[in-house]
């Protein structure tokens, strides 16, 4: 069973939040949006990259937000893509979408309900969304469990893009553990607000579980 939203409501909610790659397609952020998806597109001509990461130094740069548009705009351009909240301490994706998160991606990986039951089809293109479903005590087991790799087997062969909201980098060791597992990594900075220093760190962190940080964002919004 897929779950689907209601068009009407759903077109509402997203124009309320600013989802400007489907709002506003025409607009100089969608445009950047497009560059970024090509950017990425290119870089991976030999082996193209399925499983993406959009995380930030620390909270509040805008990866969620970020990882939404990226998503849409690959979406737009005919791809099946599945868009992932891995944040399972303080998750958002179900809030942006104006969604109950009931079921999602710790329920499928702790066997309560199968993929196809958490899954909800947001009618953008061909982009589905999976929440991060109830809240675990041990969000970093979950991640690094078996049953996460078996699912990244599995999405792999559903979809052409996956990409996954995680948390900073500095802030849980999540996000290190998923990184080491996924294709690449998009990093997320705000101007002004993020400090040098932390890049550099959440960039070394990185490399030590041998993550392939494909580029950073910088969000220049107030």
Known sequence: MVLKLNKKKALKEMTKRHFVTYTNPGSEIAEQYRTIRTNIQFSSIDEKYKTMIITSPSSSEGKTTAAINLAISISQQGERVLLIDANLRKPKLHFSFNLKDYHGLTDVLIGRVGLEEAIFQTQIGKLDLL???????????????????????????EYDTVIFDS????????????????????????????????????????????????????????
């Open 131 to 157: 929440t991060s479903g109830i809240i675990p005590s041990n969000p970093t087991e979950i991640i690094g469990s078996e049953a996460m790799k078996f699912l990244l087997k599995d999405i792999k062969e």
């Open 167 to 222: 948390p900073p980098v500095l802030e849980t060791t999540d996000t290190k553990l998923l990184a080491g597992l996924c294709d690449g990594v998009v990093m997320v900075v705000k101007s002004g607000k993020t400090d040098r220093e932390k890049i550099v760190e959440a960039n070394r962190l990185l490399k030590l579980v041998r993550a392939k940080v494909l580029g950073v964002i910088l969000n220049e919004r107030s």
